[in-house]
């Protein structure tokens, strides 16, 4: 039995980032960089204009009103191969490059073209350089644009692919088997008899496991028996990580941590201080593969995977060996004194207006504790979006009080 | 030009939730419900021992310690088909239903074995239901565990698969198509030449349509050309909904009001007072068919997508029409004042250390405004997580006053 922090060491330890594919831009959405992305060209890629009006020299205009010679036309996406002289202006639209010899644009409503076209008035003095994006104003040529380690996200798959980057260096995406244990595990579709229970766990992890960016594959569940579990772990281990729930029953999950050392695994830990999530096991496959074997009950499944879980699949994944990171926000309502154990609760985080500060409007993070419970309900969880995380032996928490908690990623 | 509260009045006018299909569980994940998941059993089905232990019947032990005759033993997963009479006791597993007689649980660390396991000596008395969690504590059959508009994520499929709700309603996923406008847009492995530009805007639309749960459809980019637009429109419409980004080409993105309307499209609004995000246009086609005509710059048109579209996608999901919330948080910088037009500026929010406030590690959200050029640039908002709100002619902001934000989805 040992507690969080060492169970952190123990799996930062144990658990490595996974192979570095090279994949197509769009596929590499929600993939970690595994190197740099660099940009090929300065962007913009030239003087770019940031209004429609009126490339001009700037000098030419400081004593306006003046009349400029109409020489051109410049529709963005064109260039003009001209040069601009003394005393003429060329019309130009936003995003356009600037012609050779202009330094500055005046906005069109700056402007009034006279002489059927032919001139330009130009009402306005312009500094050098106005509604003026310089080149390489956002990025010059060969800087880093994206740092590896980062998850690609959809402004990151726009600087990618602005930078020239079409087929990114990722993480591969891990595939996780997903085995139940027990015999009293029935199909969802199911009405349970006697001491069933519904196979609830594999739909949960399956979810968990997606939101965590990687790939599950369902094995169904293994029968309270030592061959059926060996054969469905020896499965297991081809994928890339195993996550292994117990039935409710205390007999079968003993046969675990015995059927995996039967298929040459480590043991790395067994149980945690920690509630609900305390059978928590952490091994490691021959091969390195790590396998976790969760709580059979809905609630120890959930905080065990959001504790342990997904921090193993993010290394893999080639991000940050991290916790969970703890926030504070205002309570909603009351908690009571914790037991010995750090003690996990599914709440909700919302805003609240905080009705004691002037400022009008201003907002507050608030959590409330879902009506749940325990590790056995998976009603009550449903809506959670954070943890509250009370320490061991903690004291009563009065409402309005600040309290810790993990904010859940998106799943 | 409008303002954004009458666009979002629109909006919500103009956009219906898609139609409703019966899915697997497992393939309803992140779609939202049309219909409430009602549980079709007591949940737990049966009064279940919270411990490991022995079941008894609690005026047996009321006179602590005394001797019980072990009649039977229930793992989890079984039934124990008799029932507990005067003086007898039954081994009793976590999870397993409790006994016909029994009416609590005593954990086993209060209990001995004598007689070779013929009786047992229970140490201490327990009060009548301790360490059972009653049949239907959760929640009873009948009772609604989700309600119709809830987006299933992990916890709600744990929820639905105790229900037994193998094949949920719920709403369609839109597929979106993505049609890029501009003679100057090349393909993202292609050198820029000239005024050329890469299409970085179809890789951004790609990834947020994904992250709004809808699916993106690719129609690559029309020329600007009317014939060729009218025929990627006409295509284009054949989707749930249309992203049309112009390229910075202002002729090109003309043509789009023009050929819409040749389409039997109607315009509900043509130009919004934000900025960025200026020319952004909302239509409905011949069949009420959604169309976001965007900037063809990416702050403008990540910006319209978040205030517009993504909502938008979220009505037509099933979810209820909102315009994205707004929150405040601790400005780490200044702000300048702003113009007469409601401004966005990419930020990043974090968590800092409260250090005038006595709690220990007690947190305060703090946005950053990102280093970023302005709507042209597609570098500089890469990790944007958040959007600040500026409301019109603003005054400055000092460092570590509040100032509204948007928090984006994961994108």
């Not at 190197?35 to 300065?42: N, T």
């Not at 996780?176 to 609830?200: F, H």
């Not at 908690?335 to 919302?350: D, E, G, K, N």
Request: glycine share 10%; net charge negative.
């Amino acid at each position: 039995m040992i507690d969080i922090e060492e169970a952190y060491d123990i799996l930062f330890d144990n658990v490595r980032p996974g192979p570095v594919v090279e994949v197509e831009l769009r596929d590499a959405l929600h993939h970690t960089l595994a190197e740099p992305i660099r940009c090929d060209v300065d962007y913009p890629p030239f003087d770019r204009s940031t209004m429609d009006g009126y490339a001009v020299r700037s000098t030419d205009v400081r004593d306006s009103p003046v009349l400029l010679t109409l020489v051109g036309q410049i529709p963005a996406g064109t260039t003009w191969s001209g040069s601009l002289g003394e005393g003429e202006a060329v019309q130009i639209n936003t995003g356009a490059p600037l012609p050779d010899g202009a330094d500055a644009v005046v906005r069109v409503e700056d402007t009034q073209l006279v002489e059927d076209g032919a001139r330009v008035r130009i009402e306005t003095a312009v500094a050098p350089g106005r509604f003026i994006t310089r080149r390489g104003t956002y990025i010059a040529e060969g800087q880093t644009v994206i740092e590896p380690g980062t998850r690609l996200t959809a402004t990151a798959m726009a600087a990618a692919a602005t930078a020239g980057e079409s087929r990114p260096r990722v993480f591969e995406r891990p595939t996780v088997a997903i085995l139940g244990t027990g015999d009293e595990l029935i199909a969802i579709n199911k009405r349970p008899q006697g001491a069933q229970i519904r196979n609830s766990n594999q739909y949960l992890l399956e979810a968990l496991i997606t939101s965590a960016d990687a790939t599950p594959k369902l094995l169904g569940v293994a029968r309270d028996d030592r061959d059926a579990l060996r054969e469905k772990i020896t499965g297991a281990l081809q994928a890339d990580a195993v996550c292994i729930t117990g039935g409710i029953s205390m007999g079968a999950f003993d046969f675990v941590p015995e059927v995996l050392e039967m298929c040459g695994a480590t043991m790395r830990f067994r149980k945690l201080t920690i509630k609900p999530g305390r059978p928590t096991l952490f091994a490691t496959g021959p091969d390195g593969t790590p396998v976790f074997a969760l709580p059979g009950n809905p609630g120890g499944a959930f905080v065990a995977f959001e504790l342990i879980v997904r921090p193993a699949l993010a290394i893999m994944e080639g991000r940050p060996a991290a916790a969970p990171k703890t926030i504070t926000a205002a309570l909603c309502g009351t908690l009571a004194p914790t037991s010995a154990r750090r003690t996990y609760i599914p709440a909700r985080v919302t805003e609240e207006t905080r009705d004691h500060r002037v400022e009008a409007g201003a907002t507050q993070r608030t959590v409330t504790p879902l009506s749940w419970h325990g590790s056995g309900d998976s009603i009550g969880m449903t809506s959670a979006t954070a943890l509250v995380v009370r320490p061991p032996n903690a004291a009563q928490v009065a409402d309005g009080e600040d309290v810790a908690i993990h904010v859940l990623e998106a799943s």
